[in-house]
T-cell receptor, first 113, second 111 residues
Framework: NAGVTQTPKFQVLKTGQSMTLQCAQD?????MSWYRQDPGMGLRLIHYSVGAGITDQGEVPNGYNVSRSTTEDFPLRLLSAAPSQTSVYFC????????????FGPGTRLTVL | RKEVEQDPGPFNVPEGATVAFNCTYS??????FFWYRQDCRKEPKLLMS???SGNEDGRFTAQLNRASQYISLLIRDSKLSDSATYLC????????????FGTGTQLKVEL
């Protein structure tokens, strides 16, 4: 099993550009989520999904969209990048919605100029 | 007030020392508690879950005090490889599997 994979590992964008961060898992997990990690802030939940076709907002959803067309994939879209979105983005998955272990991808380091 | 608070450290300890971290949480409805470990520039990984009765995994012991709303992690006989940031994480019933993270406590184990 590859676990949770994320692409790209690094990305530099200009203000106003859009892009999609990819996340995939091969563990047949129902629950997937996106977090951003900023210095002094801890990880903050952006969006999450409890299964294919179902998504919901987390703590900091503004400026981001998600979709969950398959169990395996959960892409995060930045609609119009802003410098405030410079961060490290982690995708995570877990077996179900009960509070149990979440497995994290390696992260995407995004810089918006 | 942050939902989950931790002393950011760093805690600099010699190899073989015992070190303890505490974490406080504000939501009294919190039901599940975890310690995650995050190495520099890497993803967080689950270290251990924290149970009401306390639990131990080798050199690591976790305790939960619901009345005072704090969680602790004790590391005995510290190794160089224990150097990392330790994240306190909570979730609450009805929150699905939405986790709330502390900002982490940095541990540096030195020779």
């Amino acid at each position: 099993n590859a676990g949770v994979t994320q692409t790209p590992k690094f990305q530099v964008l200009k203000t106003g550009q859009s892009m999609t961060l990819q996340c995939a898992q091969d563990m047949n997990h129902e629950y997937m989520s996106w977090y951003r990690q900023d210095p002094g802030m801890g990880l903050r939940l952006i969006h999450y999904s409890v299964g294919a076709g179902i998504t919901d907002q987390g703590e900091v959803p503004n400026g981001y969209n998600v979709s969950r067309s398959t169990t395996e994939d959960f892409p995060l879209r930045l609609l119009s990048a802003a410098p405030s979105q410079t961060s490290v983005y982690f995708c995570a998955s877990s077996y179900d919605t009960r509070a149990n272990e979440q497995f994290f991808g390696p992260g995407t380091r995004l810089t918006v100029l | 007030r942050k939902e989950v608070e931790q002393d950011p450290g760093p805690f600099n300890v010699p190899e073989g020392a015992t070190v303890a971290f505490n974490c406080t949480y504000s939501n009294s409805a919190s039901q599940s508690f975890f310690w995650y470990r995050q190495d520099c520039r890497k993803e967080p990984k689950l270290l251990m879950s924290v149970y009401s009765s306390g639990n131990e995994d080798g050199r690591f012991t976790a305790q939960l005090n619901r009345a005072s709303q704090y969680i602790s992690l004790l590391i005995r006989d510290s190794k160089l490889s224990d150097s990392a940031t330790y994240l306190c994480v909570v979730s609450f019933t009805g929150g699905g599997n939405k986790l709330t993270f502390g900002t982490g406590t940095q541990l540096k184990v030195e020779l």
